[in-house]
């Protein structure tokens, strides 16, 4: 059974840092990717990374800002998230995919996380 389950969310001030997790089970992958949702926003690409090459890709807004790795030992990914910025605020998700291709479309992944709450205050 594929599971992916994020961790690592919490209420930061503007200008902090936090680090997700996402610990990926029942299966191997090609790249996975963060996403991210705000109240009443549709849900947005935010950074993916390929599990052999560690190529990465990121949305504008959040390049310089966050990082996306992965330790293949453990199976997990990471969003390195610094400079936090209001908008930055959402339900951020992982998701999984079988193909080493990065993509920042929705429908281009095949499994997804409950998702983690991440909470920016001024």
């Known amino acids: 059974q594929v599971q992916l389950v994020e961790s690592g969310g919490g209420l930061v001030q503007a200008g902090g840092s936090l680090r997700l997790s996402c610990a990926a089970s029942g299966r191997t992958f090609g790249s996975m990717g963060w996403f991210r949702q705000a109240p009443g926003k549709e849900r947005e690409f935010v950074a993916a990374?390929?599990?052999?090459?560690?190529?990465?890709y990121y949305r504008d807004s959040v390049k310089g800002r966050f990082t996306i790795s992965r330790d293949n030992a453990k199976n997990t990914v990471y969003l390195q998230m610094n400079s936090l910025k209001l908008e930055d605020t959402g339900v951020y998700y992982c998701?999984?995919?079988?193909?080493?291709?990065?993509?920042?479309?929705?429908?281009?992944?095949?499994?997804w996380g409950q998702g983690t709450q991440v909470t920016v205050s001024s």
């Open positions: 990374i390929s599990w052999n090459s560690g190529s990465t």
């Open positions: 998701a999984a995919r079988p193909s080493v291709a990065l993509t920042t479309q929705r429908r281009g992944y095949d499994y």
